[in-house]
């Protein structure tokens, strides 16, 4: 992976993150306890003096981890989040992905209409995967959660667009530059907490974090952050292939995205 500027890349993130904290009057932030949300949280804290100054959601369909719960309530309150927990159902649905499709979208719909946030700030990434590519630092939804990927508004590096239609909100996406290897050198560079299922137990880990139902790990002896940076400098293997679900096909994450999926 090429070697990006860790400073340059805190200070866009940042930027991004004081802009849309400015610009919108209800601002929410997704957490799911993985290494980019939780990297995400350790910026605002840098950007807000010390303090996330925006609400927290966790979409729970209740079969994540023991140990991503055990990290969730030790985080939440050491760093004195407030913590919005939304229980979403697992049921099937029409994409087949009981667990993580559209039913947390569902549930995000109703968190946001409850306490009427206006803006989102999600952790995605454009190396992810092939259709978060096409995502901006701040990109409108509808009403409905529509996300119109084919019309999307410029964006400079210090002029966002913040257009909200009426009932929609703007998805603010400060890590859109970072790259998984990024992530990692900014957190051993900040000391961030990770959640322990990241690190080598008996010959393998978990590079991409989602629910038991659907995360499986990978083969690794990475049992530091170091040797994970090691690991990530030569290997050839996909983020999410620990994800198992058949939204990580790109045509189908491109109709999840459309539908409000984080």
């Given at each position: 992976m090429i070697k990006q500027d860790i400073k340059t890349l805190e200070e866009k993130s940042i930027f991004v993150l004081r802009e849309g904290k400015q610009k919108f009057k209800n601002v929410a932030a997704l957490w799911s306890m993985g290494k980019d949300s939780t990297t995400m949280l350790a910026l605002a804290r840098k950007a807000f003096l010390g303090k996330v100054p925006f609400p927290v959601i966790?979409?729970?369909?209740?079969?994540?981890?023991?140990?991503?719960?055990?990290?969730?309530?030790?985080?939440?309150?050491?760093?004195?989040?407030?913590?919005?927990?939304?229980?979403?159902?697992?049921?099937?649905?029409?994409?087949?992905?009981?667990?993580?499709?559209?039913?947390?979208?569902?549930?995000?719909?109703?968190?946001?209409?409850?306490y009427g946030f206006d803006a989102l700030i999600v952790s995605i990434r454009r190396d992810e995967h092939g259709i978060r590519s096409k995502e901006r630092y701040m990109s409108p939804r509808s009403k409905s959660f529509k996300w119109n990927y084919k019309d999307q508004p410029a964006e400079l590096w210090d002029e966002y667009s913040s257009k909200l239609d009426e009932g929609g909100h703007v998805r603010i996406h400060p890590l859109l530059d970072f790259n998984e290897i990024d992530i990692w050198r900014y957190i051993k560079q900040e000391k961030i907490p990770v959640n322990p299922l990241?690190?080598?137990?008996?010959?393998?880990?978990?590079?991409?974090?989602?629910?038991?139902?659907?995360?499986?790990?990978?083969?690794?002896?990475?049992?530091?952050?170091?040797?994970?940076?090691?690991?990530?400098?030569?290997?050839?293997?996909?983020?999410?292939?620990?994800r198992s679900m058949d939204k990580e096909r790109e045509y189908t994450m491109q109709k999840l995205r459309a539908l409000g999926y984080m």
């Open positions: 966790h979409i729970d369909n209740r079969i994540d981890f023991p140990e991503t719960y055990a990290f969730r309530d030790y985080l939440a309150k050491k760093w004195n989040l407030n913590l919005i927990v939304a229980y979403s159902d697992i049921a099937p649905d029409s994409l087949g992905s009981a667990c993580c499709g559209k039913n947390k979208p569902e549930t995000l719909k109703k968190v946001m209409k409850q990241y690190f080598s137990r008996n010959g393998f880990r978990y590079r991409s974090l989602g629910c038991t139902n659907c995360t499986v790990p990978v083969k690794s002896n990475a049992k530091t952050i170091d040797d994970i940076i090691k690991e990530l400098e030569s290997t050839k293997i996909e983020e999410r292939s620990g």
